[in-house]
């Protein structure tokens, strides 16, 4: 399947994200009211021996969702200490997948959220999480840090 595919309205490409997930995407972001949407098509490299997406390439996915979420939020990064998932359907080789995250309470450094990967309307995966926000000093190095 090619990648040179039709992206959504407001969508660009998503270039924050670490070397793992930039490797895998591409993945794509918009700005809608007070979330970031994300989305990607599911590639032939996204997909099992059954040409539906990976598991663990929706759970990757989600947990990028949930991390833009949580930075969304609270302007730290954070770290997952908890991802809880149900697959709920597949998603298939040329869907575009997509999710955004919801904050559902914030307890000092622990962040509490979840996120509906779907297809069109069709529930894909759904994931519960909770997110550890980094200390100040620790992003100094990570942010120095030349990739």
Same mark, same amino acid.
């Given at each position: 399947?090619?990648?040179?595919?039709n992206?959504?309205?407001? $969508?660009?490409?998503?270039?924050?994200?670490?070397?793992?997930?930039?490797?895998?995407?591409?993945?794509?972001?918009?700005?809608?009211?007070?979330?970031?949407?994300?989305?990607?098509?599911?590639?032939?490299?996204?997909?099992?021996?059954?040409?539906?997406?990976?598991?663990?390439?929706?759970?990757?996915?989600a947990?990028?969702?949930?991390?833009?979420?949580?930075?969304?939020?609270?302007?730290?990064?954070?770290?997952?200490i908890?991802f809880?998932?149900? $697959?709920?359907?597949?998603?298939?080789?040329?869907?575009?997948?997509?999710?955004?995250?919801?904050?559902?309470?914030?307890?000092?450094d622990?962040?509490?959220?979840?996120?509906?990967?779907?297809?069109?309307?069709?529930?894909?995966?759904?994931?519960?999480?909770? $997110?550890?926000?980094?200390?100040?000093?620790?992003l100094?190095?990570?942010?120095?840090?030349k990739?």
């Amino acid at each position: 399947m090619s990648e040179n595919r039709n992206i959504p309205d407001g $969508f660009v490409i998503n270039e924050r994200r670490g070397p793992y997930t930039n490797h895998n995407g591409p993945f794509y972001i918009k700005e809608e009211g007070n979330k970031w949407i994300h989305g990607a098509y599911i590639l032939d490299r996204h997909c099992n021996a059954a040409n539906i997406a990976h598991g663990g390439m929706l759970m990757a996915f989600a947990d990028g969702v949930l991390g833009h979420t949580v930075y969304y939020k609270t302007k730290r990064a954070g770290v997952t200490i908890k991802f809880n998932s149900e $697959f709920l359907s597949a998603a298939r080789q040329g869907e575009w997948l997509e999710g955004y995250g919801n904050v559902s309470h914030v307890k000092g450094d622990y962040v509490y959220c979840d996120t509906m990967l779907k297809v069109s309307t069709r529930n894909v995966l759904s994931v519960t999480s909770i $997110f550890k926000l980094r200390k100040i000093e620790s992003l100094k190095k990570i942010i120095t840090k030349k990739r």
